[in-house]
């Protein structure tokens, strides 16, 4: 299988101090003689930081350098992972990434090929991320909605489960109830492992997830829509009542002929 390379540009005021390709290995960069990728500036420490480049993943690490590692202006504690557009900054020398793409290897069946084209990396490697750590505001979000379509009490999912079974109950339909149990059960333990997922596990990048007002607001009004029909599900239920056509009126009723009536021939 083809190995990706990347190209590593380090640049200070300017100007390029160096510029190497490199396949997937570690990477100290500093201004030691001995570091994999070198530079000299007053800031750049001598083991400054240490680049990661796997197959799908660039991850920098800073080794305690005098005027840390920034991503995005963001000051690295641990290890982060770089995507795409991030801007990297070690002490006063600037990073840049070109990663070629990873050649995927034909596969004998086309449409599982046509499939690792479509699916992001990160499904493909089962990676891990912890949303609970990177933005508790967008977890939180996302818990709500999985609690919701799981059915928990005081969630706008609980009442769509109740009138689902409870018209199920009324028409006897047993059978239907039988499988209702088993499908609902089922979603639990589906929808709270994505809950578990957010807040159990760790996250590859502990970098802050930053999302933008208008998100913000969309997020946390779908969130409390979710637990105020939940908490006070009356004024829906009676706007679905006002907006149902009785059956009666549905009906139509067969038209009475007088013994007045002239015959039709």
Request: net charge neutral.
């Amino acid at each position: 299988m083809h190995v990706p390379q990347t190209e590593v540009i380090l640049s200070h005021a300017g100007a390029e101090l160096a510029r190497v390709t490199l396949p997937p290995g570690e990477y100290v960069i500093g201004r030691d003689a001995s570091a994999g990728i070198h530079a000299d500036t007053p800031l750049l420490s001598r083991r400054h930081a240490l680049l990661t480049i796997q197959h799908d993943t660039v991850l920098i690490e800073d080794l305690a350098s005098s005027n840390g590692t920034f991503v995005d202006e963001q000051p690295v504690a641990g290890t982060a992972r770089l995507f795409p557009g991030h801007s990297v900054r070690l002490g006063d020398v600037t990073l840049d990434l070109n990663r070629e793409a990873p050649t995927l290897a034909l596969s004998p069946a086309p449409a599982d090929a046509t499939l690792r084209h479509l699916v992001p990396e990160e499904v493909l490697a089962e990676k891990r991320y912890g949303l609970a750590k990177r933005s508790p505001f967008l977890a939180f979000g996302m818990m709500t909605a999985m609690l919701s379509l799981a059915g928990i009490p005081f969630t706008a999912g609980f009442y769509g489960k109740f009138l689902v079974f409870a018209a199920a109950v009324k028409e006897h339909q047993f059978v239907l109830i039988g499988i209702g149990i088993i499908t609902v059960a089922a979603g639990f333990y589906y929808y709270l492992r994505v809950v578990a997922a957010m807040y159990w596990q760790e996250p590859n990048d502990d970098t802050p997830i930053r999302i933008g007002g208008l998100t913000k607001a969309t997020v946390g009004a779908l969130t409390a829509l979710i637990f105020i029909v939940g908490i006070f599900p009356q004024p829906v239920l009676s706007m679905l009542r006002e907006r149902r056509l009785p059956v009666s009126d549905m009906v139509v009723k067969p038209v009475a002929h007088s013994a007045d009536a002239p015959a039709k021939h």
